[in-house]
């Protein structure tokens, strides 16, 4: 099993940076892609961006795309979200997540099996 802690969550102004950051523990080894998601109060849950570290690649919601960066170490136990540009509607509780699907796009999140306890973002003046 593998399990998720997320860390780096908090209150920000509009245009302000977060870089929100997941350590996994357990069987990272078969771990082959982490992303993150959010949950907005009143709404579902939303992919916001995937890494897949078989092709090395990564995938952003159409929302995020040029503002946040994910990005990922050599030993797949730390995912990073670098939030840039914040916006008010990107307040939410966001959630660390990983597969050992092969995954090559932004899904509602059936294919995780792991899940961090989220960590609050807040954009707010």
């Known amino acids: 099993q593998v399990q998720l802690v997320e860390s780096g969550g908090g209150l920000v102004q509009p245009g302000g940076s977060l870089r929100l950051s997941c350590t996994a523990s357990?069987?990272?080894?078969?771990?082959?892609?982490m992303g993150w998601y959010r949950q907005a109060p009143g709404k579902q849950r939303e992919g916001v961006s995937i890494?897949?570290?078989?092709?090395?690649?990564?995938y952003y919601a159409d929302s995020v795309k040029g503002r946040f960066t994910i990005s990922t170490n050599n030993a797949k136990n730390t995912v990073w979200l670098q939030m840039n540009s914040l916006k008010p509607e990107d307040t939410a509780v966001y959630y660390c997540?990983?597969?050992?699907?092969?995954?090559?796009?932004?899904?509602?999140?059936?294919?995780?099996?792991?899940w961090g306890q989220g960590t609050q973002v807040t954009v707010s003046s």
């Open positions: 997540a990983a597969s050992n699907w092969d995954i090559a796009v932004i899904t509602p999140g059936a294919e995780y099996d792991a």
């Open positions: 890494i897949n570290t078989i092709e090395d690649s990564t």
């Open positions: 357990g069987s990272i080894f078969s771990i082959n892609v």
